[in-house]
């Protein structure tokens, strides 16, 4: 299968990804680290390899990709950098939703500098006090005779500080739950919109996660996106496409991890032979090995699911559960094989164990794939 999602290997979008992460992502990964974020400029030259607009119609300046598709390209950016992979994955998602439910003033206002890395992307759902339970959110807009007043807190927001364009997602009624609940584009730089100071994180700083708060924020009617009601349901089929992409980045990642880890092994010498050759590094590069390839083909039946219009949920689940589990785990194990060198910061298996960690937290926790999976345990496996 070699570092790509089964048949997307020759895809040209994939092709061209593996390119921008062995010459762009791998040799500034570090930097990026310490910066903060992933620059602006990079996000330019990404957009002219096509890799700004994946999911967003060719009709409209994209390049029209599935899901399947996009997880591999994610995958190919993952080897180098999860983090930054994640930034380019939320900021394509902001285009091919911007795309899929804006209205035709939205799509000609915000859509062609998105594309072309002009503008990036951010979604904003998770708040501080309510964490996975999006449904209970509190930010709320207020309807006025010119449009909305917005009035909130929102956290955990990955591109948050570099963000130009943000769907904020809001509750409009009181006590409605996901049926009072709206979603809005706005200009990340808007009067009412303050951005918050950059989280200070174990690792993981080129993603530029940091919060939102919004203080009388005025909005006019066309910053709508979607409607009370239809917003919820558009950010549950979001993030089941968000967790298969972090599933396809854990793959790429810890399929790095293992080639450093065969590699080094297959070079140091002790005991008068190399260290691959004894079997308790073998077994364990065995087991992390294993672990990929099951990931890899859980990541595949998801994505085949969706691409077929199928409800992917479940299958979603099962895949970023266990690709991130995977990964933390292998990872640990192939920096293991390495001994001491695999600590050491002159390889990337540090910043990929962290990424590796981060990635269960993303869009949604692994306890929170596991209550969507055991919601589903009696339909599907239940005796009639």
């Known amino acids: ?28 990964a570090e930097h990026w680290e310490t910066l903060g974020r992933v620059p602006y400029d990079c996000f330019e030259q990404a957009a002219k390899a096509g890799l700004c607009g994946l999911l967003v119609p060719e009709a409209l300046g994209g390049s029209g990709l599935g899901v399947g598709a996009m997880a591999a390209v994610m995958e190919s950016m993952a080897s180098a950098c999860m983090c930054s992979a994640f930034s380019f994955a939320v900021h394509n998602n902001l285009a091919g939703y911007v795309a899929r439910y804006g209205s035709p003033s939205q799509i000609d206002r915000y859509l062609p500098d998105l594309i072309a890395g002009r503008k990036i992307g951010a979604f904003l759902l998770t708040e501080p006090s309510v964490g996975s339970d999006a449904q209970s959110i509190k930010t709320f807009a207020e309807r006025t005779a010119s449009g909305w007043i917005i009035n909130g807190e929102k956290a955990w927001v990955s591109n948050g500080v570099f963000a130009d364009l943000i769907s904020v997602y809001v509750q409009t009624e009181h006590g409605s739950g996901a049926e009072g609940i709206a979603a809005f584009l706005i200009d990340a730089n808007a009067p009412g919109v303050i951005r918050e100071d950059a989280y200070k994180l174990m690792r993981g700083h080129a993603l530029g996660t940091a919060g939102f ?30 967790r298969i992409c972090v599933a396809a980045m854990c793959c790429g990642t810890l399929h ?23 079997q308790g590094v073998q077994f364990m590069l065995a087991d992390a090995a294993t672990n990929l390839e099951a990931a890899k083909l859980l990541t595949a039946s998801a994505i085949e699911q969706h691409d077929a219009g199928v409800d992917a949920t479940i299958s979603a689940a099962h895949a970023k559960k266990f690709a991130t589990r995977a990964a933390f785990e292998g990872i640990g194990d192939c920096m293991q094989a390495m001994g001491a060198a695999g600590y050491s910061a002159e390889y990337s298996l540090g910043r990929h164990l962290a990424a590796a960690k981060m990635a269960q937290f993303l869009d949604g926790t692994s306890e929170i794939q596991n209550v969507v999976i055991g919601r589903g345990l009696k339909s599907i496996y239940g005796r009639s």
């Open 256 to 278: 790095a991890s293992l080639a450093q880890a065969i590699d080094y092994a297959d070079k140091r010498r002790a005991f008068g032979r190399s260290t691959l050759e004894f």
């Open 213 to 242: 708060r919004f203080d009388q924020c005025a909005v006019i009617d066309d910053a709508l996106v979607l409607a009370p009601g239809a917003a919820f349901k558009a950010a549950i089929a979001g993030i089941n496409i968000a």
């Open 1 to 28: 299968m070699g570092r790509t999602l089964m048949t997307f290997a020759n895809d040209s979008r994939v092709v061209a990804a593996q390119a921008f992460a062995d010459e762009v992502i791998a040799p500034n």
